[in-house]
T-cell receptor, first 108, second 116 residues
Framework: GEDVEQSLFLSVREGDSSVINCTYTDSSSTYLYWYKQEPGAGLQLLTYIFSNMDMKQDQRLTVLLNKKDKHLSLRIADTQTGDSAIYFC????????FGPGTRLSVLP | SAVISQKPSRDICQRGTSLTIQCQVDSQVTMMFWYRQQPGQSLTLIATANQGSEATYESGFVIDKFPISRPNLTFSTLTVSNMSPEDSSIYLC?????????????FGSGTQLSVL
């Protein structure tokens, strides 16, 4: 079946930029997503990008998509302690496929 | 975006018992889904809850273990039956928001289940 891969952990200092990377296998993916999960909570849709776009910016969040390499990244500018969470990458082609999640730790 | 209320938010249950999780949406939705998130893992789709017909289960999940109801377009329940410690997970209800321009999946706040 289709697969989505992410690195499992990332640590950054408060105020720095965070970059979370993701690769996917479904070449028919029409949408790609980033979700945020805080402890004890469900998944919150942060942002998404249509597959014919290269970049999408939304305040502190920048999504970059390299469709040729099937690579997606999420950049969080000026990372804050409130950004500490697990971030899930997901693709949608025939169905939704989620990555394993990247645990972002923000150090003071 | 749809507002999804899920309850209970957490529960601790004894082995061999059953727990029913409820999911209420503030608008009518066609597609509702139930996911399981085992500790430290990603999401696994259990089933699609179809209104007016039986749920569609993914490989590895069966109706006897995870019976699902979908009596109308705003409500669904998932029951975890005859629980064992291996069923300890977060269970998530989700709904699909599909328009001509995009496709999104929204989640409830989850039910954290611990089985002793």
């Amino acid at each position: 079946g289709e697969d989505v891969e992410q690195s499992l952990f990332l640590s950054v200092r408060e105020g720095d930029s965070s970059v979370i990377n993701c690769t996917y296998t479904d070449s028919s993916s029409t949408y790609l997503y980033w979700y945020k999960q805080e402890p004890g909570a469900g998944l919150q849709l942060l942002t998404y990008i249509f597959s014919n776009m290269d970049m999408k910016q939304d305040q502190r969040l920048t999504v970059l998509l390299n469709k040729k390499d099937k690579h997606l990244s999420l950049r969080i500018a000026d990372t804050q302690t409130g950004d500490s969470a697990i971030y899930f990458c997901a693709s949608y082609g025939q169905n939704f496929v989620f990555g394993p999640g990247t645990r972002l730790s923000v150090l003071p | 975006s749809a507002v999804i209320s899920q309850k209970p938010s957490r529960d601790i249950c004894q082995r061999g018992t059953s727990l029913t999780i409820q999911c209420q949406v503030d608008s009518q939705v066609t597609m509702m889904f139930w996911y399981r998130q085992q500790p430290g893992q990603s999401l696994t789709l259990i089933a699609t809850a179809n209104q007016g017909s039986e749920a569609t289960y993914e490989s590895g999940f069966v109706i006897d273990k995870f019976p699902i109801s979908r009596p109308n377009l705003t409500f669904s329940t998932l029951t975890v039956s005859n629980m064992s410690p291996e069923d300890s997970s977060i269970y998530l209800c989700s709904v699909e928001d599909r328009t001509v321009l995009n496709e999104k999946l929204f989640f409830g706040s989850g039910t954290q289940l611990s089985v002793l």
